[in-house]
């Protein structure tokens, strides 16, 4: 079935409560395509290497957490960004990308299914963060080691750990992505033992250690699959269109 992209953009700007959101960069429609669209392929970022999968995958639309435009950066269509541009515009496609209001959903977002990757009970979202902290249970608690293999297998990547403490694991929180700048307010929710993130600064060892609180660097991508391809199959079978997520690995 063929779909117009602005009744998607359209749907998406109320299902993810876009315009309650303070971005980096702009959400939704960031390249537009020739074509109604039939056919979306979902990735983690707009990268070369996705774009080029995504036209050789036939489609028509792509959809992408982290899109081309961000706060601060040059917006000049040249270098590599020109590149990215022009590889979808001669191939009307059309690019859409959702950021931290895909993060924040709590049912499709990448936080929601992060929180199920880790294994976490009684997941809910915080004040934390501008509410995109989450926190939940490790039931039984365990230790860092008995975890780690477990984390692991589940993103495919060893973690990045730091420990500041000797107990067992009970009570976690945790943010997708770049988010190692919440580790404090995670740590002021109270009894928490462990924070997880994608990435690690290098503030964040000697915060962590002194919160008391061990710190999980997970890969700021390995922490934000879930939601892009989720969203793909809701708006596929929303909109009975054909949905293919394609991953770029990325250690960081």
Known sequence: MMTD???VVAYCQTLLKV???SDYAPNGLQVAGSRPISRIVTGVTACQALLDAAIADDADAVLVHHGLFWKGQD????????RRIGTLMRAGVALLAYHLPLDAHPTL????????????INATPTAAGNG???????????????????????????????????????QIAW?????PGYLEAAAQLGGID?????EISEPTT???RELGVDYFALGHHASERDGIRALGAHLAAKFNLEHQFIDIPNPA
């Open 19 to 21: 315009d309650e959101f």
């Open 175 to 179: 943010c997708s992505g770049g988010a």
């Open 75 to 82: 917006w000049h269509p040249v270098g590599i960004l020109g």
């Open 132 to 170: 995109l902290v989450w926190r939940g249970t490790l039931e039984p608690a365990r230790s860092a080691a008995d975890w780690i293999p477990q984390l692991t297998q589940a993103f495919d990547q060893t973690p990045l750990h730091i420990q500041a403490h000797e107990r067992k694991l009970y």
């Open 206 to 208: 000697h915060q962590a």
């Open 194 to 198: 462990a924070y997880l993130s994608g």
């Open 5 to 7: 992209v602005d009744f």
């Open 109 to 120: 977002g990448n936080n929601v299914h992060l929180g199920q990757r880790l294994g976490a």
